[in-house]
T-cell receptor, first 113, second 113 residues
Framework: NAGVTQTPKFQVLKTGQSMTLQCAQD?????MSWYRQDPGMGLRLIHY???????DQGEVPNGYNVSRSTTEDFPLRLLSAAPSQTSVYFC????????????FGSGTRLTVV | AQSVTQLGSHVSVSEGALVLLRCNYS??????LFWYVQYPNQGLQLLLK??????LVKGINGFEAEFKKSETSFHLTKPSAHMSDAAEYFC???????????FGTGTSLTVIP
């Protein structure tokens, strides 16, 4: 079982560049989410999806786009990178309306210079 | 709205001593509560969860937590700390629909030999 797979693990971007963080899960989970982790702030929700074709904004959605064309994949797009988006990004997935918790990927460490 | 407060951003214990990490929650609905552990440069791993069954919940690696509704608390304990317990610990509460987890800001546990 691969679980939740995130690529790349590390990325350096220049201000204004765009990129896509990839997330795939092989557990047939309906729920998928993107969080960012910043020191002293815990994890904050960026966007989430409750199934293919359904997405919604979380707490900190500005500057990010998502789509969910399949159950397995949930990519996160940075439209025009800014230094404030320097963070560690985690993708997570869950079944059963998250009553048993989310399974997290290993993260993508993004630096915007 | 749901929220979680973790008291103490850093906790140090001696090897073999009791570990106590504090978490208080605020929830407008019967809560689903979780503890996650994060080892350096890794994703979050589920330690244990409370889902309205037994109030004392046992998790992996010898950890347990007790749900106390009267105190709105869900503190994490382990009778005897091990060096391998050194990590960051996050408490989280699920929102009513399961779309989002609200995370605390984390507690970094140091184990002193």
């Amino acid at each position: 079982n691969a679980g939740v797979t995130q690529t790349p693990k590390f990325q350096v971007l220049k201000t204004g560049q765009s990129m896509t963080l990839q997330c795939a899960q092989d557990m047939n989970h309906e729920y998928m989410s993107w969080y960012r982790q910043d020191p002293g702030m815990g994890l904050r929700l960026i966007h989430y999806s409750v199934g293919a074709g359904i997405t919604d904004q979380g707490e900190v959605p500005n500057g990010y786009n998502v789509s969910r064309s399949t159950t397995e994949d949930f990519p996160l797009r940075l439209l025009s990178a800014a230094p404030s988006q320097t963070s560690v990004y985690f993708c997570a997935s869950s079944a059963d309306r998250a009553k048993r918790g989310y399974t997290f990927g290993s993260g993508t460490r993004l630096t915007v210079v | 709205a749901q929220s979680v407060t973790q008291l103490g951003s850093h906790v140090s214990v001696s090897e073999g001593a009791l570990v106590l990490l504090r978490c208080n929650y605020s929830s407008s609905v019967p809560p689903y509560l979780f503890w996650y552990v994060q080892y350096p440069n890794q994703g979050l791993q589920l330690l244990l969860k409370y889902t309205s069954a037994a109030t004392l919940v046992k998790g992996i690696n010898g950890f347990e937590a007790e749900f106390k509704k009267s105190e709105t608390s869900f503190h994490l304990t382990k009778p005897s700390a091990h060096m391998s317990d050194a990590a960051e610990y996050f408490c989280a509460v699920r929102d009513g629909a399961g779309n989002q987890f609200y995370f605390g800001t984390g507690t970094s546990l140091t184990v002193i030999p």
